[in-house]
């Protein structure tokens, strides 16, 4: 029960689960400032501090979800942690998340850049692109990209590279969706041995897989780099591969990249960016970190820059001005470009040279980003009707949540949105916010929220209507369940009972259930943490065949707010002789006091019921 995987269709159906086994949680990487900057918890004295986390890598056993058989498609993969809410939190709001993916078709060619010779040629010293070895192949004679780690090649593609200048360079898979293997060789023949390799790296760090090498690359010298899968107990692995040279090399206003053209599109690496001392604030709040690039207008009128195709949340802003202090804004935009990516339009001057900042904003990015962001150009005379790019998605929350819809759309500017819901135009109101932007946020849902929203996109030149999706909002489950503990045989122990609750339950009544030959003398007592004069009734009269009867009451007129409460303990005596890992069940029945959760007006409250297990374990003795 530490956590559960769905995977679900775009339109909420569940298709497949599975679940993670916890081994322990501690603190492993302090991904916060603010956190203590020493490590507390450990395996033996397990727990999380703020500011922690506890780092699942991709390759640990028993946290995965099955997709055989799956056809490919579009699919959400949630993540809910702690499900049975048995880990006292202050909010447990926040233990889920999703996102969403594609499950593509089995590739059944090998890429273009499978083979040596047939190396994709790069160009410039700024580079980020794009790559699969799903079913990429190992040439023969093709030597080991990983030698120290005695890794094969095995899955590889090839990339080809000439500086125009000598300069120390950086290459790296960082954003690459798999375990990398990265080597870069001189020379046009592939030598079996890899004679002729410059320099390989496997792993960034133990939590971080991707690669990254650096060496001084001398102009005019041709390099072949080849990208391969580290070698596990089932092959190299494969997938999309993201590979940069230089990757956030123009992070500093002084480096930043060149844009030519009057269209075009180009691909950067975000990930290592930062802000630089006098930089501005791109957007409407503080960013994490800027690229920075140079566009010379071609021609005067009007252009539209954008970022819509990044996986990141984007800020964009447009400066005049050719050094930090002398910038000045000509526009700056946040989310107009739908899906947390930005979109702005001016009237160009030509011959002016233009600074343009992609920053990504604070506290948005998804742990499954690739950290790439893709920033397009036009000309706006290009008369376009409204076309939905990326549509908005299905949403499966529950109850008192705030749930954002957001649509992509491509056309000529302005762009004027509208979202329905049931087929009527939504107003603006409270808990309603962006009815007419491509963001739709609805605060604090309630059972009347739900059903099918959709969007219209209009401009002069006609409208495109997006597909209807549906808001499915459920009631939080209200859980009683028994908490887990490791004991230890002929103990007395308190076995924990304790309810996730929805600010309504009154009075709550169940029966226990156990192994009579294993655990025995049940004694019941109400916790303290209880309101003053909660009452509590017993019923041991089935004692001797295994179950115990418990009612709680509260005070007159008086309910359990929502959260976590412990409501009973039973202190009873494990048997001698259990066998070290053997789990001793105790369930909910209805004999001898019937199952039944009531409000302050007696009414029935729908509840789930959770069993727990003593699991023994022999104490270990000091010699």
Not at 69 to 87: K, S
Not at 91 to 118: G, I, M, Q
Not at 242 to 266: H, K, M, Y
Request: aromatic share 8%.
């Amino acid at each position: 029960a530490l956590a559960v995987y769905r995977v679900l269709t775009v339109s909420n159906t569940l298709v497949r689960s599975g679940n993670k086994f916890g081994f322990c949680v501690e603190d492993v990487d302090r991904y916060s400032n603010t956190g203590n900057p020493m490590k507390r918890y450990t395996c033996d004295d397990q727990g999380l501090q703020a500011g922690w986390s506890d780092v699942y890598s991709s390759d640990l056993p028993c946290q995965y979800v099955d997709v055989t058989g799956l056809p490919p498609g579009e699919y959400l993969l949630e993540i809910e942690l702690d499900p049975l809410q048995q880990i006292p939190e202050s909010d447990e709001s926040n233990n889920s998340c999703r996102v969403p993916f594609v499950l593509s078709a089995p590739c059944t060619a090998k890429p273009s850049n499978d083979d040596f010779l047939s190396a994709q040629v790069l160009a410039g010293n700024l580079i980020t692109v794009l790559g699969d070895t799903s079913c990429a192949t190992r040439q023969a004679g093709e030597p080991s990209h990983a030698p120290l780690n005695a890794s094969p090649a095995s899955r590889s593609i090839w990339f080809k590279w000439t500086p125009s200048e000598s300069a120390e360079v950086v290459m790296s898979t960082e954003g690459s969706g798999f375990d990398t293997v990265l080597a870069v060789y001189a020379g046009s023949t592939l030598g079996a041995a890899g004679n002729n390799r410059i320099d390989f790296h496997d792993d960034i760090s133990v939590y971080q897989r991707q690669s990254r090498l650096r060496f001084d690359a001398v102009a005019g010298t041709q390099y072949m780099i080849a990208v391969d899968g580290a070698e596990l107990s089932d092959g190299a692995q494969g997938g999309l591969v993201v590979f940069s040279i230089n990757p956030s090399g123009n992070d500093e206003f002084s480096t930043r990249a060149e844009l030519t053209g009057q269209q075009a599109s180009v691909l950067g690496y975000i990930g290592n960016a930062t802000h630089e001392p006098g930089e501005p604030q791109h957007g409407p709040t503080p960013g994490e970190g800027s690229l920075w690039y140079e566009w010379t207008a071609p021609a005067s009128g009007p252009v539209v820059f954008h970022t819509i195709g990044s996986d990141v949340d984007t800020f964009l802003s447009i400066y005049s001005g050719s050094d930090l202090p002398s910038l000045a804004m000509v526009v700056r935009d946040d989310d107009s470009g739908g899906y947390g990516t930005s979109r702005v339009e001016w009237s160009a001057v030509q011959g002016q040279r233009y600074q343009i900042a992609v920053d990504r904003k604070s506290g948005t990015l998804s742990p499954s980003a690739k950290l790439v962001i893709r920033l397009s150009w036009e000309a706006a005379t290009i008369q376009q009707a409204p076309s939905i790019s990326k549509p908005p998605s299905s949403i499966t929350t529950v109850i008192g949540s705030n749930v954002l819809f957001t649509v992509s759309a491509t056309g000529t500017l302005p762009l004027t949105y509208q979202w329905s819901f049931g087929g009527a135009p939504l107003l603006e109101g409270q808990g309603v916010q962006g009815v007419q932007s491509p963001n739709l946020v609805l605060s604090d849902i309630d059972e009347l929220d739900r059903g099918l929203y959709q969007v219209e996109v209009s401009n002069s030149l006609g409208r495109a209507l997006s597909p209807a999706v549906n808001l499915v909002a459920a009631s939080a489950t209200r859980v009683i369940f028994v908490e887990p503990m490791i004991v230890s045989p002929g103990d007395v122990v308190p076995v924990q009972v304790s309810i996730a609750s929805q600010s309504a339950e009154h009075s709550v009544a169940f029966s226990l259930s156990f192994d009579p030959g294993r655990i025995s003398d049940p004694q019941i007592s109400l916790d303290p943490g209880l309101p003053a004069t909660t009452a509590l009734q017993v019923d041991p009269s089935l004692a001797q065949a295994g179950f115990v009867g418990v009612r709680v009451l509260l005070p007159p007129g008086l309910a359990l707010a929502t959260g976590k409460h412990r409501l009973v303990t039973m202190h009873c005596r494990v048997a001698n002789g259990i066998p070290d890992e053997e789990r001793l069940r105790i369930c909910f029945e209805d004999s001898p006091v019937r199952r039944e959760v009531l409000g302050t007006l007696a009414q029935a409250l729908s509840t789930s019921y959770g069993c727990g297990s003593l699991i023994a374990a022999t104490r270990d003795i000091l010699s």
